[in-house]
């Protein structure tokens, strides 16, 4: 390759999101070979429903538009959740909503249960917190939507209220747990755990 050629876009969008590791997981960038097995786990109708962008029916196209718009320049930090021998189980963000950090998540249906998402959402406050230098995260969840409250509270969010997000895939608002979660809060958390292991 000459410095005249045009680097690759998405192997240039790749190269600017670290890479995040957990016991379990690997977190990275989407590739467009992701596209086929997001397209499969995203088409679950209870996904659709419990995010705010994820349309329903979910197609191919739908997972090949969303992988080529992520990591652009100064947009939405996209992951694809990945299990240790590669298989795409999800997805996560960090994306600026009205001027405050919100992190986003989902699973395909099949590894709900396991603690997959709690893993995950740790691996990205910690990456929040300490490479991007955020005071301070937001979350949401549909009220209908138990399980992913718990993965919030369990990550050490604590609720603020309830307000309507739009649903793409219910073409309507729906009421939205609200919470945050403060840097220094996670620190003493993460301190607190550290001690009570060495406990």
């Known amino acids: 390759m000459t410095l005249l050629e045009e680097i690759p876009t998405e192997s240039f969008r790749e190269a600017s999101i670290p890479v995040l590791e957990t016991e379990r997981l690997v977190m990275r960038a ?5 596209a086929k097995t997001v397209s499969m786990l995203a088409a ?3 996904i659709a429903e419990n995010t705010a962008r994820i349309p329903h029916p979910y197609r191919l196209a739908d997972a ?6 992520a990591n652009k320049p100064g947009g939405e930090q996209v992951y694809m959740i990945t299990l240790r021998d590669k298989s795409v189980i999800g997805a996560c963000s960090i994306a600026q909503q009205d001027g405050a950090p919100e992190i986003g998540y989902w699973l395909g249906a099949n590894y709900w249960g396991k603690g997959y ?3 995950a959402v740790h691996a990205l406050i910690d990456y929040a ?5 955020y005071d301070a995260l937001h979350a949401g969840a549909r009220v209908t939507n138990p ?11 604590q609720w603020t209220g309830v307000g309507l997000y739009r649903i793409h895939s219910i073409k ?3 009421p939205i747990d609200r919470f945050r979660l403060e840097q220094r809060i996670w620190s003493a958390l993460k301190g607190w755990a550290a001690l009570k292991r060495v406990s």
Do not use: H, Q
């Not at 989407?30 to 992701?34: E, N």
């Not at 090949?64 to 718009?69: Q, T």
């Not at 917190?129 to 230098?133: E, P």
């Open 30 to 34: 989407p590739r467009l070979a992701d």
């Open 117 to 119: 998402a709690t893993e």
């Open 172 to 174: 309507s608002s729906a």
């Open 129 to 133: 917190f300490t490479d991007l230098g």
């Open 64 to 69: 090949e538009n969303f992988i080529a718009g």
């Open 44 to 46: 679950d109708r209870r």
């Open 147 to 157: 399980a992913s409250r718990r993965v919030l509270e369990k990550c050490g969010f």
